[in-house]
């Protein structure tokens, strides 16, 4: 035996029985058999052995098992992982092979022939026939890889699977046309019938917010109604006279309510009739003569106008632009009150409203009828195009005997190129009331004329080159054609006026005047002309004149502005007449044609010689009442007893009666008796009498 060491030693290959290895026995190295070794040691238990082992997750090729060698006498022998590998690998190609049998298959290349040979026979494989000589083409593979044709034709397959029969069949293009056309057709329908006459029925609406309930988009929509809705196309070429009289005997066959008008340019070749409770509602914007430019435009081609009632009330129009084209050029109106005639008794129009209206100077005029409780609200009025012989923005014509032009309101309105012989004209009622309107380039014979109006009330108005040939007199107030009924009650306050060269004067007025209220207002181009002319004279027949500044011209201030004092007295148509007085305070003042007295009598003690009926006398200082103008005034004479004491009457609150003037005193008046205007006798003021009294009353011009 060598004596390297056993470690140094190269190892063997394998180990036979006869094999022997040194073993140390005592002191002495002996030798032995690996079979005598094997028997000394005795049976190793391989299975706890690899029981105990530490655990590997991932083997590796060279990694070794142990394996039972069954053809070497069940010797252990070791197997790698790697070899372990390739067996199993071989194993399982084998079954590969009758698995593939399909796509393989081919007697002369198949190790299972026997299989192969069952494919020679034709079979079908799903609608298309094999006979197993060919190979299977796996069908996604080649439709991905498979050129791309933009435009397929008629005669074009595509594989689809039947789901009914589980087979792959074909499908050619036309077929997938045909079906889809009947597939799509269906929903067009659909679709169609939502475009119908009935389709916003089939669409539902649900208002946010709570409460709100689920309606048909149709009852949602029919809440308005348009003239659109009737065919009319805004193009300003194609008459749509006919839509906007569909859509206003729609609405009043509902018994009222508003017709919108878009942005668009609607021609009307003739008029369309209007009933009571109909609102216009139309966008706003604005026109000129021969261009209409945005916003809801009518043009008028016809000579009579855009619209006509029989009587109406509660007619509204708003952000409505009119402007003439054609016949209607110099001859229509954009609202005409009655149908036939222009003579009483008018068909009226009341409690209408007009409001933000554009209405170009090349048509006749705006509005005329017989006007009663209507507002015109920031209209303009002749701006835009060129005025012809007559444009008359508002005509109301009244008849003291039956309809009349009462309550009406013109606000914020501009007037501009009017012609002929009215800008604003109103006859025969009672209360206008024009408010902070510009009048201005107006050539018509008179800006403002009231013929028989009581209460007419012109405020904030501002009036400027007003210089038509034949306008002398911007503002005219006179009696009705009728001479039944005058103009009376006018106040005119913070006007600004103009006077241009053709003016001689500003107001005329005619019939009984002489209570104006003239307050407040300033008037240029006075100069060698006159404020006012009457019948009463030149500048007269104010009952207030104050706070007006006039270029040019000053009025006496004695005419419109006077006071005094005097001492007033009981006293009784009969007797002596010596009382005692504690108290004589007296007062008037004058302003215009107005006078207004205080009186504030107090005695300790009446002279028992005063008989008959009291009177206050002392009176002679005070303006002499007018009675002409006193018949004329709404109020009539306007005086009480504020306060008295130490008075007696036979019945109820004292009137007073005046006959100031010829005889200059103030008379008491008894009323609730039996026998009407009973003057108060001597025998009802007591020793200790208090008396307070308050009157006012017309009196003539200086």
Known sequence: ????????????????????????????????????????????????????????????????????????????????????????????????????????????????????????????????????????????????????????????????????????????????????????????????????????????????????????????????????????????????????????????????????????????????????????????????????????????????SAFLCNGVQR??????????????????????????????????????????????????????????????????????????????????????????????????????????TDTVYFEAGSNLLIKSCLFQLCNSQWIIRCLGILNVSIEDCYMEACNGASTLYPILFDNDTTSTQNTAGITITGMFASLASNNTHLIRHIGNPGDMVFTGNTVYGVTGKNLVSSTRGLNKGFSLYEGNYLQGLVLTPNAYSLSGNFTPLITGTTGTNVHTYVTQSGHWERRGNIVDVEIYVRISAKDAGSGGYVQITGLSALPAIDTTILATMPEGFAGLVSFYTGVTMSAGLTQLGATIGASNVITFIESGSATLYVQLPMSGIADTTILCIALSYPTSDA
């Open 315 to 420: 007619l509204e129009l708003h952000y409505l632009n009119f402007v003439a084209q054609g016949t209607g050029i110099g001859n229509a109106y954009v609202y005409m009150g009655q149908t036939t005639g222009f003579l009483p008794p008018y068909n009226y129009t009341s409690v209408a409203q007009f409001s933000d209206l554009k209405i170009d100077a090349n048509l006749k005029g705006g509005f005329f009828g017989n006007f009663i409780m209507t507002i015109w609200r920031h209209c303009e009025f002749g701006f835009f195009g060129s005025p012809g012989v007559q444009f008359t923005p508002i005509y109301s014509l009244g008849d003291v005997t039956g309809n009349q032009t009462n309550a009406n309101v013109i606000e914020h309105c501009n007037f501009v190129n009017s012609s002929g």
């Open 1 to 304: 035996m060598s004596d390297a060491p056993i470690h140094d030693l190269p190892a063997a290959t394998t180990v036979a029985g006869t094999d022997v290895v040194p073993i140390d026995q005592g002191l002495v190295t002996r030798k032995a058999t690996m079979t005598q070794v094997s028997q000394a040691v005795g049976p190793i238990n391989v299975g706890v052995g690899i029981h105990n082992a530490n655990a590997k997750t991932t083997p590796i090729d060279p990694d070794e098992l142990g394996i039972v060698d069954t053809a070497d006498g069940n010797t252990l022998k070791k197997l790698t992982w790697g070899n372990l590998k390739a067996t199993l690998l071989a194993y399982f190609s084998a079954l590969t092979g009758t698995w593939n049998i399909s796509i393989t298959g081919n007697a002369a290349t198949s190790s299972l022939a026997a299989e192969a040979t069952k494919l020679q026979t034709a079979r079908n494989l799903d609608v298309t026939s094999f006979d197993g000589t060919a190979n299977v083409t796996i069908v996604a593979p080649a439709i991905h890889a498979a050129t791309n044709k933009a435009t397929p034709v008629d005669a074009d397959e595509a594989g689809i699977w039947d789901s009914v029969s589980g087979l792959l069949n074909k499908v050619t293009w036309a077929n997938i046309k045909a079906t889809l056309k009947t597939y799509f057709d269906g929903i067009y329908v659909a679709l169609t019938n939502l475009a119908a006459a009935g389709g916003s029925a089939l669409i539902g609406f649900l208002q946010a917010g709570i409460g709100a309930v689920l309606r048909t988009a149709q009852s949602k929509m029919r809440e308005s109604v348009s003239v659109r809705d009737f065919g009319a196309t805004g193009d300003g070429l194609t008459d749509d006279t006919a839509a906007f009289q569909a859509a206003v005997d729609y609405v009043h066959s509902l018994e009222g309510g508003t017709i919108e008008i878009p942005a668009g340019n609607y021609l009307l070749g003739s008029y369309v009739t209007i009933y009571s409770f109909i609102r216009f509602i139309g966008t706003a914007g604005y026109a000129t003569n021969g261009t209409v430019l945005f916003g809801s435009n009518i043009i008028i081609n016809n000579a009579t």
